[in-house]
């Protein structure tokens, strides 16, 4: 029997969550955790950090985790923005773009999104002389797009030495296109890139918090500076490092979710949707005045969504029962 639960986390299509629950392994490292949890936690995140950059190849200096990705992203912001500096960013994209940079004092410059795509001409164009951030999410949230290699280059050779771009790969363990490039490969021939990811979406860890930036090293210093103390928790860290001992079972999750996102994605456009191409584990749909009814229609279905007024709505990714209801409310509501 389908408990209240149960039910809550089926429907629950609004956050981007992986709709899987930690691995047994992942279990087992929580549950040691909770041994210990009269110590602090390793400050420095030592054994993570040397974990994360022996897979990425990279030095572990260049290496600053954080409560999640946006946890380092804000001391990041805390690290290199000055009171009325601009931050570059499409929109809509993530939302804690514009939240961050007004709590870091900033002055936010939002680029309209091209045909649900961030559009590298306008992005370059809005950088001005008190731009000191540039904000590229790729895949994009919540719109799932992706700016290819060819484009990227094009955007990072337009802006100055003087502003860091920050490509927050959040959903990069979902991409299959291979043109989309892989960020830390783009940092070898552009050292103002900081490359964001998290262990919250593929991984399955969105609860414990754990995120990291690579980052040039005199960079990753001064956000290092900002960092607070035992911010990653004893049970963030150990999940994460059991997390990659089991990556390839954990990659099978997300294969699977690739293609119940490709099956969704073939469904809702077969009912005559414009859903764009998604890399993320995300669908976007640009509804328009349309996005608050169709999120009702979702809500009475005992689906939960994320609703841009005047935009569209944003649909996770779940279980094959999940996205099956998605489909039949959109079936119901557009009648086709």
């Known amino acids: ?16 969550e992986n709709p899987y629950p930690p691995l047994p392994s992942v279990r087992a490292a929580l549950a040691e955790a909770a ?10 995140v030592t054994a993570l950090t040397a974990r994360i950059a022996g897979r990425l190849g990279v030095p572990e200096a260049r290496i600053v985790t954080g409560a999640g990705s946006v946890g380092v992203l804000h001391h990041l912001m805390q690290a290199l923005l000055h009171p009325g500096d601009e931050v570059v960013f499409a929109w809509p ?7 961050l940079t007004e709590v870091c004092r900033g ?13 590298p001409e306008a992005l370059a164009a809005a950088v001005g002389e008190r731009t000191r951030l540039l904000f590229v999410c790729n895949p994009n949230n919540p719109t799932g797009t992706v700016l290819v290699r060819a484009e990227l280059e094009r955007l ?38 900081v490359v964001l990811r998290t262990f919250s979406k593929a991984y399955g860890l969105a609860g414990l918090r754990v995120g990291y930036a690579v980052a040039p090293e005199p960079v990753a210093a001064a956000i290092r500076r900002t ?29 699977a979710l690739v293609a119940e996102r490709e099956r969704t994605w073939r469904a809702l456009t077969g009912l005559g949707l414009a859903v764009p191409r ?15 009814a169709f999120g009702d229609a979702c809500a009475a279905a005992g689906l ?12 996770t990714v779940g279980d094959q029962e999940a996205n099956d209801a998605v489909i039949e409310v959109a079936r119901r509501h557009f009648g086709r």
């Not at 960092?227 to 294969?255: C, W």
């Open 1 to 16: 029997m389908t408990t209240v639960a149960g039910r809550a986390a089926h429907g629950a299509l609004a956050a981007n």
């Open 35 to 44: 041994e210990h949890a009269n110590r602090y936690p390793d400050r420095g």
């Open 93 to 99: 994209s993530f939302e804690a773009y514009p939240h």
């Open 107 to 119: 002055v936010g410059v939002r680029v309209p999104l091209a045909s649900s795509v961030h559009d």
């Open 156 to 193: 990072l050779r337009r802006v100055p030495d003087r502003v860091t771009v920050v490509l927050d790969e959040a959903y990069r363990e979902f991409v299959t296109d291979p043109q989309v490039p892989d960020g830390i490969a783009l940092q070898r021939d552009h050292p103002n890139v």
């Open 227 to 255: 960092v607070v103390p035992f911010g990653v928790s004893a049970p963030a860290q150990l999940a994460a490092i059991a997390s990659l001992d089991a990556e390839r079972e954990l990659m099978a999750r997300v294969t």
């Open 278 to 292: 998604s890399e993320a584990n995300f669908l976007w749909l640009p509804l328009a005045s349309d996005a608050v």
């Open 304 to 315: 939960a969504v994320r609703v841009f007024a005047g935009e569209g709505v944003r649909v």
